[in-house]
């Protein structure tokens, strides 16, 4: 990881967040550059959890916006299962992060279940800069850290006859929104194997270099940057590989408005709102949406068949 080159995503220092400078000297520390006196105080608190050491960031992914503030991505959250209302983040706290395991099932020669903690260490833990863009058409730029989804497809060695991947939310004791008697929990979300091979689709254990606070799915959640956040499920407990395409959590809700796939695209508007722009939490300014969030080059390539299927919605 170099420094000195400037990328897409470093921005002026005069509109430089706190957290962006904190971030560049993380980077200074991945590269094993020279380092300031100030850089301990900065890498001191880290823990021994996987997933709060400081990781290298990934340069492929570049965004042309200043990341959001750290305090507006972690407290005006969607999370139904702790609330409707976007200020659930205190309740939220009550969700142990620990223990925590996952179970791969479906379509594989060896289900089970994995200890997070276990699962972490066979993975190298990068982090990147994402854009996220809600079907609300609120937006926010923030740096996760995590793995490839790839690589725990990789691991789960499913069979060839699968052709989904499904990913069920926990349903817990701490959880008012559960009692909610009209949403289908536990939130469930899937995409396709290949959706889930190309590498833009990203296991999420960090955000700002800390471990993945509970509002925003700790402590580990998924990041498909082109899709509607909808798409992304937090608090992930179970993964299914299957042959049978999966019936949502939105789409059970709602199947005239939120739809298995969920790509973000400008002109396709919403039955209820149109999609062109989009808020930035924080500034409140409203910036053009752009096709798969911006993220045609990487992924525009696995719909070129899809010819009848309803990609946007
Ligand atoms: N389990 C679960 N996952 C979820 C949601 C939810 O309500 N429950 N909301 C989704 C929506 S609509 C969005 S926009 C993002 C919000 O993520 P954030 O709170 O980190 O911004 O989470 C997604 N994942
Ligand atoms: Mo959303």
Not at 7 to 29: K, S
Not at 293 to 309: C, D, I, P, R, T
Request: hydrophobic fraction near 40%.
């Amino acid at each position: 990881m170099l420094i000195k080159r400037r990328r897409g995503w470093e921005i002026p220092d005069r509109e430089a967040t706190p957290e962006a400078l904190v971030l560049r000297r993380r980077d200074a520390m991945a590269g094993a550059v020279a380092v300031s006196v100030a850089m301990p105080t900065i890498i001191a608190p880290a823990a021994a959890r996987a997933d709060s050491a400081p990781v290298p960031r990934n340069p492929k992914y570049t965004v042309d916006r200043a990341l959001t503030a750290e305090k507006n991505a972690t407290t005006y959250n969607n999370y139904y299962e702790f609330s409707d209302d976007k200020d659930l983040w205190q309740d939220a706290q009550a969700l142990h992060q620990r223990p925590w395991s996952i179970e791969l099932a479906g379509m594989l020669p060896k289900p089970r279940t994995i200890g997070l903690d276990d699962l972490l260490k066979q993975f190298q833990l990068e982090e990147r800069v994402y854009r996220h863009r809600c079907v609300e058409a609120w937006a926010m730029t923030v740096p996760w850290t995590g793995f490839p989804l790839s690589q725990l497809v990789k691991l789960a060695e499913p069979l060839g006859s699968a052709k989904y991947v499904v990913f069920q939310t926990i349903q817990d004791k701490t959880m008012p929104g559960l009692s909610a008697p009209y949403y289908p929990f536990p939130y469930t979300e899937g995409v396709t194997m290949d959706e889930a091979n190309n590498d833009l689709a990203f296991m999420v254990t960090g955000l700002y270099g800390k471990p993945v606070p509970p509002q925003n799915g700790g402590p580990i959640r998924l990041a498909l940057p082109w899709k509607y956040g909808f798409k992304s499920a937090k608090a992930i407990i179970k993964i299914t590989f299957t042959d049978q395409r999966p019936h949502t959590f939105w789409e059970a809700i709602q199947p005239s408005e939120y739809g298995f796939w969920a790509n973000v695209n400008p002109e396709v508007s919403h039955p209820r709102w149109s999609q062109a722009s989009e808020r930035l939490l924080g500034s409140n300014e409203r910036v053009p949406t752009r096709l798969y969030n911006g993220y045609a080059e990487f992924v525009g390539g696995l719909y070129q068949n899809l010819n009848g299927e309803k990609l946007f919605m």
